[in-house]
C-alpha cells in the first residue's frame, strides 16, 4: 500500500509542479495530461478506500471530484469537456459489456422476479417521491405560490426521476468484485431493462407535466408512437451492429480493440447525426439512444452468436482503466455549487428514496417468492443513479426553461449523493448475499 | 446521406480488407509488405477523413488529441523497452557502430538537401525550415522491420549473417532518428518560438529528460506489489497517457519522452517482460487507429509535392546506400557485405510515421507537406523494399509453402 501513497504522492507533486509553479509552459488545457493523472491517482485512491472495505468506483468519483476545479484545481471544467468524447466512448463501451453480461437463460430463468421487481420500484418509487414532494412543496422556495395541479406535475417529474438507476455504476461493481449468481443477474437484468423503461416513463410524465405546467394545448401521444419506434430502431440497430462486430472478429480478424473504439465512435456520432438531420431538415424530435444501441449490440454477441464468451473476455481485460476513467470523470464534472445550493431537499429525496426502494422490493421479492436472502438485500442493489438521470434533467431544464433549472439544482444534489452512496451498498448487498469473488 | 455513403464505405472497406487477408497469400511480397504494416488504413482514414467523406471532421480530430499523444508516447515507451541495456551488450559492438553511421549519413544527406531545395521554394522563417528539414532527415534515418521479416518468411537465406546484420540495424536504428528529432524540437521548442534561445532550449531538454524519468519512476514504483494484469494495464496506460501529457504541457514530443520512460523501465522494473508484452499485445491496435487518423487528417495539395517527394525518395535512398557502404568499410565484418546493402533498409513505416504525427501535433501550420512526403514515400518504400533486400541477399530462395 506504501507503493500507491508514494506513486499518488508523485503524481500529485509532479501535477503541482506543472499547473501551479508557474512554469513558463504550453497554457493549453491539456486532455492527455489530466486523463493520466486521474488514472493514476484514481486507481491509488481507490485501491486505498478498497482497503477498508468501500468499492473502487467511490474512490474513482472522489479523485474526479477533489482534483477538479473546486478543489485542488488541477484541471479545469474545460478540459474535463474536452475529455467528454472519451467519457461517450467508456459509456459506449459501458454499454457493450451490460448487454454481453445478460445472458438469455439467465433472464429466462428470473424473468418472474425481473417483471415483478420492475413494477413494484418503479410504482412504489415514483408515487411515494410524487407524493412527498408534493406534501412538502410549500417549503421548497419555488414551488410556493403555484397551484396545486402545477405541484403535483412537477411533484411526478421528481418520482419519475427518482425511479431512474445506473447501470454504469451496477456493472463497474459487478467487474470489480467479480461477482456472479443470482443476485447479480437480478440486479444487473433490473437495471438494464429499467434504463429502457424509464425513457418510455418519463417521456408519457413529462408530457401530461406539460399540459400542467404551461397549461397550453391538449394531449398528444403521438409522441408514444414514435419513441417506441425509437427504442425498436435502437435494439434493430444493435442487432445489426452486434452481428458486424461478430463479422469482423471472426471473418476480417480486425483487431478486438480497434472494432470495439471504432464501433463505439460510428453509434455516438450516428446517434447525434441522425437527431440533428431529422430536427434540422425535417423538424422531427427523433434520437436515438446510443447506449441502448450498444447494449444491444452486446446483447445479441453475447446471445446470438459463439463468441459471447470470448467477447465478455476481451471486454473484461480492458475494462478497468475504462471504469476508473467513467468515474473519475463523471467524478471532475460534479458541480460542487448545484450541491450547496440544493443539497438539503436532495437530501430528503435521497432518504426517501431509499425507504421506498427498500419497500418496493421488499414486497417485490416476496411476491415473486424470490429467496429471502436475496429479496431482504436486493434494494441495496437499486440506488446508484448517474448518466441516464442526468440526460432526462437536461430535457426536463429544455421543456421548462423556468422552473427546470430548480428542478435540476436539487436533483442534481440527489443524484451526487446516491452516486456515491449506491455503489457502497451494491458492493455490501454483494458481500451479504456472499456473490462476490475476489 | 453523408452518413449513408460513410457506412457504405466502411462495409466495402471492412469487406475488401477481409478478402484481402484470404488473397494474402496470392499476392506480390511489396503488396503482401503494404498490408502487413496497415498501411491501408491510412485510405480508410482518408476515405473518413475531411479529404472524403468527413466523418471524422476537424472538430472529432481535435477530440482526438488526446489520443494521438497517447499512442505516440505509447509506440515511444515500447521501443525504449527494447533497450534494455545488458541485452545491447551482448550484441557485437560494430553492429551498433554501423547502425549510427548508417542513420547519421542517410539523416545528413536528407536533411541537408531538404533544407537547400525548401529554401528555394518557400518563404519560410529559417528556423522552420531548418526543423522541417531535421524532422525529414530524421524520419529517413529509421528503418522498418516489416519488409525483412516478410522476405524471411517467405525465404530461406544462404547468408544468415547478412540477414541478421540488416534486422540489427532496422531495429536499432530508429533510437538515432529519435535524437535527430530530438534536435529538431530542440531548436524551437513550441509553435510560438521563432528564433533560437539556448537557455530556453537546455531548460526544455532539461524538462523533458526529467518528466520521463518521473513517469518511469511512478510506473516503477506501482508495479512493486503484487498486482493482476488488468491493473498492470492501469498502471501503463496512466503512466503513458500521464507521460505524453506531461512531455506536451512542456511543448515537447510524447514519442521522445515516452521512449526515455521506456528505457528507463526496461532497465530498472523488473516487469519489464511483463510490459512489453502488454504493449506489443496492443501496438497494432493503436497503429492502425494512428494510422486511420493521419489519414483523415491528410491535406493533399498537388503542387510541387510530387517533385518534393521523389527528390525525398531519391536522397533518401542515396542515403542509405552511402552510409551503409561506408559504415562496412570502416567496421568491417567477417562476412561479405554487398556495396549497395543499404537498398536493404529501404522499408519506412512505424517510427517515421510517429515521428511526423509528433511534429504535426508541435508544429501544425507546418506539416502538411511533411506529412504527405512520408505518406507517399511510405507506400513505394513498402511496395519496393523486399525485391531490394532480395537483390541484396543473393542466393535465397523460396520457402515452399504447404
Same mark, same amino acid.
Given at each position: 500500500m506504501l507503493n500507491k501513497i508514494i506513486s499518488l504522492f508523485l503524481a500529485l507533486a509532479t501535477m503541482f509542479f506543472i499547473v501551479h509553479a508557474g512554469l513558463k509552459l504550453n497554457q493549453k488545457d491539456c486532455p492527455a495530461l489530466v486523463l493520466g493523472f486521474i488514472l493514476i491517482s484514481a486507481y491509488c485512491i481507490g485501491q486505498l478506500l478498497e482497503k477498508i472495505g468501500l468499492p473502487g468506483i467511490v474512490g474513482y468519483i472522489l479523485t474526479g471530484l477533489f482534483m477538479g476545479p473546486y478543489f485542488l484545481k488541477f484541471y479545469t471544467s474545460s478540459a474535463i469537456n474536452e475529455l467528454s468524447f472519451i467519457n461517450n466512448l467508456a459509456l459506449a463501451f459501458i454499454g457493450f459489456c451490460a448487454g454481453g453480461e445478460l445472458r438469455l437463460s439467465n433472464i429466462r430463468r428470473i424473468l418472474k422476479p425481473i417483471i415483478y421487481y420492475i413494477s413494484g420500484i418503479t410504482l412504489v418509487v415514483f408515487t411515494g417521491v410524487t407524493l412527498l414532494v408534493f406534501s412538502i412543496s410549500s417549503l421548497i422556495p419555488f414551488l410556493r405560490g403555484l397551484s396545486p395541479g402545477v405541484k403535483l406535475a412537477v411533484s411526478a417529474i421528481f418520482g419519475v426521476i427518482a425511479v431512474a438507476r445506473s447501470p454504469s455504476s451496477a456493472i463497474a461493481i459487478i467487474s470489480e468484485t467479480k461477482a456472479k449468481g443470482p443476485y447479480t443477474d437480478l440486479v444487473l437484468s433490473v437495471s438494464v431493462a429499467m434504463d429502457v423503461?424509464?425513457?418510455?416513463?418519463?417521456?408519457?410524465?413529462?408530457? /401530461?407535466?406539460?399540459?400542467?405546467?404551461?397549461?397550453?394545448?391538449?394531449?398528444?401521444?403521438?409522441?408514444?408512437?414514435?419513441?417506441?419506434? =425509437?427504442?425498436?430502431?435502437?435494439?434493430?440497430?444493435?442487432?445489426?451492429?452486434?452481428?458486424?462486430? /461478430?463479422?469482423?472478429?471472426?471473418?476480417?480478424? @480486425?483487431?478486438?480493440?480497434?472494432?470495439?473504439?471504432?464501433?463505439?465512435?460510428?453509434?455516438?456520432?450516428?446517434?447525434?447525426?441522425?437527431?440533428?438531420?431529422?430536427?434540422? @431538415?425535417?423538424?422531427?424530435?427523433? =434520437?436515438? =439512444?446510443?447506449?441502448?444501441?450498444?447494449?444491444?449490440?452486446?446483447?445479441?454477441?453475447?446471445?446470438?452468436?459463439?463468441?459471447?464468451?470470448?467477447?465478455?473476455?476481451?471486454?473484461?481485460?480492458?475494462?478497468?482503466?475504462?471504469?476508473?476513467?467513467?468515474?473519475?470523470?463523471?467524478?471532475?464534472?460534479?458541480?460542487?455549487?448545484?450541491?450547496?445550493?440544493?443539497?438539503?431537499?436532495?437530501?430528503?429525496? @435521497?432518504?426517501?428514496?431509499?425507504?421506498?426502494?427498500?419497500?418496493?422490493?421488499?414486497?417485490?421479492?416476496?411476491?415473486?417468492?424470490?429467496?429471502?436472502?436475496?429479496?431482504?438485500?436486493?434494494?441495496?442493489?437499486?440506488?446508484?443513479?448517474?448518466? /441516464?438521470? #442526468?440526460? #432526462?434533467?437536461? =430535457?426536463?431544464?429544455?421543456?421548462?426553461?423556468?422552473?427546470?433549472?430548480?428542478?435540476?439544482?436539487i436533483l442534481i444534489a440527489a443524484i451526487i449523493m446516491n452516486q456515491i452512496i449506491g455503489p457502497i451498498a451494491f458492493k455490501y448487498g454483494l458481500k451479504k448475499v456472499d456473490e462476490t469473488n475476489v | 446521406m453523408k452518413l449513408l455513403l460513410s457506412v457504405v464505405a466502411i462495409l466495402v472497406i471492412a469487406l475488401i480488407g477481409s478478402r484481402l487477408t484470404y488473397l494474402n497469400r496470392r499476392l506480390p511480397l511489396g503488396f503482401k509488405n503494404i498490408l502487413f504494416t496497415g498501411a491501408e488504413y491510412i485510405f480508410i482514414g482518408v476515405v473518413l477523413g475531411r479529404m472524403g467523406l468527413n466523418l471524422i471532421d476537424t472538430r472529432s480530430l481535435n477530440n482526438l488529441e488526446p489520443f494521438l499523444i497517447f499512442g505516440l508516447c505509447w509506440i515511444g515507451f515500447l521501443f525504449g523497452l527494447q533497450f534494455e541495456f545488458r541485452q545491447l551488450k551482448n550484441l557485437p559492438r560494430f553492429y551498433f557502430s554501423i547502425s549510427a553511421i548508417q542513420a547519421f549519413i542517410t539523416f545528413l544527406i536528407v536533411s541537408l538537401a531538404v533544407y537547400l531545395s525548401f529554401r528555394a521554394l518557400f518563404s519560410l522563417p529559417k528556423n522552420t525550415l531548418l526543423i522541417m528539414a531535421i524532422t525529414l532527415g530524421s524520419a529517413a534515418s529509421c528503418t522498418a522491420q516489416s519488409a525483412l521479416a516478410i522476405v524471411s518468411n517467405n525465404y530461406q537465406f544462404a547468408n544468415r549473417k547478412l540477414l541478421a546484420l540488416l534486422r540489427y540495424i532496422s531495429s536499432v536504428d530508429g533510437i538515432f532518428a529519435l535524437g535527430f528529432f530530438t534536435i529538431a524540437i530542440w531548436i524551437m521548442p513550441g509553435v510560438n518560438n521563432t528564433d533560437f534561445s539556448l537557455a530556453r532550449s537546455l531548460r526544455w531538454f532539461i524538462l523533458s529528460i526529467s518528466l520521463g524519468i518521473l513517469s518511469a519512476l511512478i510506473l516503477i514504483i506501482l508495479s512493486k506489489t503484487k498486482f493482476s494484469q488488468q491493473e498492470f494495464l492501469v498502471f501503463l496506460i496512466g503512466t503513458v497517457l500521464f507521460c505524453g501529457g506531461l512531455a506536451s504541457k512542456a511543448n515537447s514530443s510524447p514519442l521522445v519522452i515516452g521512449f526515455i520512460c521506456g528505457t528507463i523501465t526496461a532497465n530498472f522494473c523488473r516487469h519489464r517482460l511483463r510490459a512489453l508484452a502488454t504493449i506489443i499485445h496492443s501496438e497494432k491496435s493503436i497503429y492502425i487507429i494512428l494510422l486511420i487518423i493521419i489519414g483523415a487528417s491528410w491535406s493533399f495539395k498537388l503542387d510541387y509535392i510530387l517533385l518534393i517527394t521523389g527528390i525525398y525518395f531519391l536522397l533518401r535512398t542515396i542515403g542509405k546506400v552511402i552510409g551503409t557502404f561506408t559504415a562496412t568499410r570502416i567496421f568491417r565484418t567477417e562476412f561479405y557485405t554487398p556495396p549497395a546493402l543499404g537498398l536493404g533498409l529501404l522499408s519506412e513505416g512505424g517510427l517515421s510515421i510517429a515521428i511526423i504525427i509528433n511534429f504535426k501535433l508541435l508544429y501544425p501550420p507546418i506539416s502538411d507537406y511533411l506529412v504527405t512526403i512520408i505518406i507517399l514515400s511510405m507506400f513505394v518504400n513498402e511496395l519496393i523494399s523486399p525485391k531490394f533486400i532480395l537483390s541484396q541477399l543473393k542466393g535465397s530462395k523460396k520457402k515452399i509453402k504447404r
Open positions: 423503461i424509464i425513457i418510455m416513463l418519463f417521456a408519457v410524465i413529462i408530457s /401530461v407535466c406539460q399540459i400542467f405546467i404551461q397549461t397550453k394545448g391538449g394531449m398528444d401521444f403521438s409522441f408514444i408512437a414514435v419513441l417506441i419506434l =425509437e427504442i425498436a430502431i435502437a435494439f434493430l440497430l444493435g442487432y445489426l451492429l452486434g452481428k458486424f462486430i /461478430v463479422f469482423l472478429i471472426e471473418k476480417a480478424k @480486425v483487431e478486438f480493440a480497434v472494432v470495439i473504439i471504432a464501433m463505439g465512435f460510428f453509434v455516438i456520432e450516428f446517434s447525434h447525426f441522425l437527431g440533428e438531420y431529422l430536427h434540422k @431538415v425535417h423538424n422531427i424530435g427523433f =434520437e436515438i =439512444e446510443p447506449l441502448l444501441i450498444c447494449m444491444a449490440a452486446g446483447f445479441t454477441v453475447q446471445n446470438f452468436s459463439d463468441y459471447g464468451k470470448k467477447f465478455l473476455m476481451r471486454m473484461d481485460r480492458i475494462s478497468l482503466p475504462i471504469y476508473i476513467a467513467f468515474f473519475a470523470m463523471t467524478g471532475a464534472a460534479m458541480n460542487i455549487n448545484i450541491l450547496r445550493t440544493g443539497w438539503l431537499f436532495g437530501l430528503i429525496i @435521497v432518504a426517501a428514496r431509499l425507504i421506498l426502494i427498500n419497500i418496493g422490493s421488499y414486497f417485490s421479492g416476496k411476491i415473486s417468492k424470490t429467496p429471502t436472502k436475496i429479496y431482504k438485500n436486493a434494494w441495496l442493489g437499486f440506488i446508484t443513479q448517474a448518466g /441516464v438521470s #442526468l440526460g #432526462l434533467l437536461t =430535457e426536463v431544464v429544455r421543456r421548462f426553461p423556468d422552473i427546470g433549472p430548480s428542478i435540476q439544482t | -
